[in-house]
């Protein structure tokens, strides 16, 4: 039986000619987990908001064709803090049970339960303000108060990527908990989420269905994941470089498949002179560091979190990312770095400028920082302006029109997107607008905090390609990301920060190896996607290059079960203080 | 990193903390009434002596009040120059000090107003505001409306904070010692914030429609202290308006 009809529906917004929705048509039968996905633009958000029935009423707009949808829906946005509609965290959950008639106990006793449900439940956030809360937790109270309303149809709009891996691995359990109870609309660009979970997949393209079908037949057509926007699973991607017969798209079936295969071709198609074996020993190593970050420590009054005894360096030409949960501490660093906060003990020097002495503003031309939620400060008329707005305000001007056109080529932005306004483009694009509105004071440094939140695959691709230009020049980069896959693609070296102490330090290779599984999942951070596959076929991996290498060398696997209680590789991280408490 | 905003409720278990929400609403609409019906200066001291009352009581943030009072100083001298520019201008400082004493219930009723509010709200839970207004009587969608403007006070100032973050690194130095460039360079920080608020709104909107809110308070009935509360604010407004229309004397002693 369906769920979900959507019939022939076209949407245009109030005051435009164009179509956002454009014929649209598909079912989504009772039970079903199905994955919505297509580039930045297609008109995923509109058309989930059209399933909840909130296109025009809320919208304004011309709605034609008809949605017709059985029993309640629940949604969550992508902006985790625009939905929360109280301020303290638990009253966001008991609110809509107290509105369906549940008393003030029964209310919070459930509520407590949601949030244990949704993943939050070890961390005391009953009598905090919504506003203290992390992007990941707000997103999950968001979830844990649609859940509260018991919706029969489940909308989550691209709320993964503000997850740190625990959290995602929870939200992912309870999805699959919820399979054939609860109808799911899944709007995801992680190709590798999707093959794991979804039952079927749309792909939007320009307001129009592009294709419809099974992720096993979707994931695999190169055509079909270009158009969508969707990079290769992880799975896929190792069986095609082994070779393997088939093509797996969980874990599991990639484990059989290997098994399967009893003996792996030999040779695969391993890069032993890989760009990583390239980064591991940039030109600068012997530079003097360009971030010098000297037995830190930062506290706040509150409970926010706080940094302890941190030391960190990053050389030009070298990419730094500072991996850590939610309070870890991350975008305390970053803040630090860019002189908005001083430390309490210790210095932090940023391209021989110690941060205390100097002002943020006068800092920020030869250090340039992306905050979290960058894309909500565009202000101008234009992505132009935006981006020279930097310059002008320094009055800087001398070659301007180049510049910006330099930068909006090093982030992979269209030309045609110069003139358009900003605030009307699709979150991707106004991510990569404020990198590029950072970047064109061409600075020595680059600070990014979390940037890969809210890109696609595309822009991610970009974001990628902007890093490693820059550290072909020489700049010392250092971003904060809580996805490995992006860690492993982008960086040198790898901090890890655990409630505001060094946990491990050292070359990425060695650190997000898959024998470092329990090591890093005790910090809440997981393993790259080849190092779960390789966990789980029981070699050592980090990239899938490395995953290649080591099947093609290795015996068949054991099938008994991944051997993830190897010892750890010879090296060991640099520091690895025991946590302390407080902190977040 | 958590956004540190200044809230003024503070979580403390006083006797005004106790009191049920629909008690305080009713209390500052009575407030409210009370500043524009009290006849003199010596009847709009008991707004003052009340408001100390309450502040002493419910320990309020003593910061919050002084900050609050001393904000409108500019406009009580601004009242007594003006009463009194005559006098002013002609050296006659016993003639200013007149004036200053006919507008000594206007500044009464300002001290008055932010004693009694800012103590009252010191002990409302921001969450229990829209169900005290739901309890008075408010429609359900107005009583949520307002509590949710209540939460936006709050989110767009950690909006603002973290807006003028990105805005220094951009190149407004937004310093406190140059007033002027000061207020030009928060008008650019406002613009984004404007954006912000603007854009929120079909989101907000949207959660609200698909969570719902019902009419029902689920607040009780209420206690003898609250009613008791009540009734002594009543009776304060009631002396008031008898003293400003009827027998009562406008003159306390």
Redesign the interface.
């Known amino acids: 039986m369906n769920c979900i009809e959507v019939d022939d529906v076209s949407f245009r917004y109030p005051a435009t000619e164009h179509l956002v929705l454009d014929g649209v048509s598909f079912q989504v039968h009772e039970g079903e987990l199905l994955g919505l996905v297509g580039p930045p633009g297609a008109g995923k958000t509109t058309l989930c ?1 059209a399933v ?1 029935g ?1 296109v025009p ?3 304004g707009g011309e709605l034609s064709g008809s949605v017709r949808v059985e029993g309640a ?3 969550v ?1 992508e ?1 985790p ?3 929360l ?4 965290a638990l ?1 966001e959950v008991t ?2 049970l ?4 549940a ?2 106990d029964d209310a919070v006793r459930e509520a407590h339960r949601l949030l244990e449900r949704v993943g939050l439940g070890g961390e005391d956030l009953a ?1 905090r ?6 992007e990941g937790q707000q997103v999950l109270l968001a979830l844990a ?2 859940l509260a ?1 018991q919706p029969d149809v489940l909308i989550l709009d691209t709320v993964m990527g503000s997850l740190d891996a625990t959290h995602r691995a929870g939200v992912l359990g309870l999805l699959r908990d919820e399979a054939g109870a609860r109808t799911v609309l899944l709007v995801e660009q992680d190709a590798t989420l999707l093959g794991e979970v979804a039952d079927r997949l749309v792909v939007l393209e320009e307001g129009r269905v592009r294709a419809v079908g099974t992720p096993a037949e979707l994931l695999d057509d190169d055509a079909v994941r270009a158009a969508a926007d969707l990079g290769t699973p992880g799975t896929l991607a190792a069986a095609r470089r082994l070779r393997l017969p088939s093509r797996p798209l969980t874990t599991e079936a990639f484990r059989a498949a290997v098994c399967g295969v009893g003996r792996l071709p030999t040779g695969g198609t391993a890069r032993p002179n890989g760009h990583h074996g390239d980064r591991a020993a940039p030109p600068w190593r012997e530079d003097r560091p360009r971030i010098q970050v000297r037995n830190v420590d930062f506290g ?1 009054p ?4 706080a940094l302890r005894g941190l030391d960190l360096e990053v050389r030009p030409g070298e990419v730094h990312a500072v991996l850590g949960h939610t309070g870890a501490g991350k ?2 660093l970053v ?1 630090l770095l ?1 002189g ?1 906060l001083r430390p309490v003990r210790g210095s932090v020097v940023v391209d021989d400028q110690d941060t205390a002495t100097v ?3 006068d800092l ?1 031309l030869r250090v340039a ?1 992306v ?1 979290q ?2 894309d ?4 101008q008329r234009t992505v132009r302006d935006e981006i020279a ?2 310059l ?3 009055k800087r001007t001398d070659g301007l029109d180049d510049r910006v056109d330099r930068v909006r080529r090093l982030v992979g932005l269209p030309e045609d997107v110069l003139p358009a306004d900003p ?1 009307l483009l699709p979150r991707a694009h106004r991510m990569l607008v404020a990198l590029a ?2 970047l064109v004071v061409e600075p020595a440094v680059v600070v990014l905090d979390s940037p890969t939140t809210g890109l696609s695959h595309g822009g991610r691709l970009r974001l990628a390609a902007a890093l490693a230009d820059l550290r072909s020049r020489g700049v010392a980069v250092l971003i904060t990301e809580h996805d490995t896959d992006v860690v492993v693609e982008v960086a040198d070296t790898v901090t890890v920060l655990d409630r505001g102490t060094v946990a491990a330090q050292g070359p990425v290779h060695e650190l997000l190896r898959s024998t470092r599984r329990a090591e890093l999942a005790a910090r809440r951070i997981g393993l790259p996607t080849a190092g779960v596959l390789a966990d789980a076929v029981g070699v050592d991996a980090c990239t899938l290059d490395d995953l290649v290498e080591a099947l093609s060398a290795a015996p068949p696997p054991d099938t008994d079960g991944p051997s993830s209680t190897e010892p750890p590789p010879a090296v060991a991280p640099v520091t690895a203080p025991a946590p302390t408490g407080g902190g977040a | ?5 200044p ?1 003024l409720y503070r ?1 403390h278990d006083t006797v005004v903390h106790r009191r049920d929400p629909r008690v305080k609403v009713l209390l500052l609409g009575l407030l409210f009434v009370f500043i524009f019906v009290a006849p003199s200066a010596q009847w709009m001291s008991l707004a003052v002596l009340g408001g100390l009352l309450l502040a002493v009581l419910a320990r309020t943030p003593w910061r919050w009040l002084v900050v609050l009072w001393a904000i409108h100083i500019p406009t009580f001298v601004a009242l007594i120059l003006i009463g009194g520019w005559g006098s002013v201008t002609s050296g006659d400082w016993a003639g200013v000090i007149d004036a200053g004493g006919a507008h000594l219930r206007l500044v009464l009723a300002w001290t008055g107003a932010i004693l009694v509010s800012v103590s009252l709200f010191s002990t409302i ?3 229990d505001l829209s169900r005290g207004l739901r309890g008075v009587g408010l429609p359900a969608a107005a009583a ?1 409306g307002l509590g ?1 403007a ?2 936006l006070l ?2 767009t100032l ?2 603002t904070a ?2 003028a ?9 937004l310093e406190w010692r140059r007033p002027i460039r000061f207020i030009a360079e928060s008008v ?1 920080v406002s ?2 914030v404007l ?2 608020v603007v ?2 709104g ?13 009419q ?1 308070a ?1 607040l009780g009935r209420l206690r003898v202290a609250d009613v008791a509360v009540l009734a002594i604010g009543v009776a304060v407004v009631v002396g008031s308006a008898v003293a400003r229309w009827g027998p009562l004397p406008t003159t306390l002693i």
């Open positions: 908001m909840a909130l009423g809320i919208t829906v629940g949604i946005f902006d803090d625009g939905q509609t109280q301020l303290r009253s609110d809509p107290r509105t369906r008639g008393s003030r009598g303000w919504v506003w203290e809360l992390s108060a649609t309303t706040h509150d409970r926010s979190p975008s305390t803040r860019c908005l002002h943020p503003t920020a920082t905050l939620d960058a909500q400060t565009l202000s707005l930097s002008r305000r320094r605030l509105a950072a | 990193m958590p956004s540190r905003v809230v979580d839970d921001p969450d949520f949710l209540y939460r709050y989110t950690t909006e973290s807006i973050e990105t805005m220094r690194l951009r190149g407004l130095r650019q613009l984004p954006f912000n854009r929120r079909p989101m907000l909107m949207s959660t609200m429609q698909i969570r719902g809110y019902s029902d689920q």
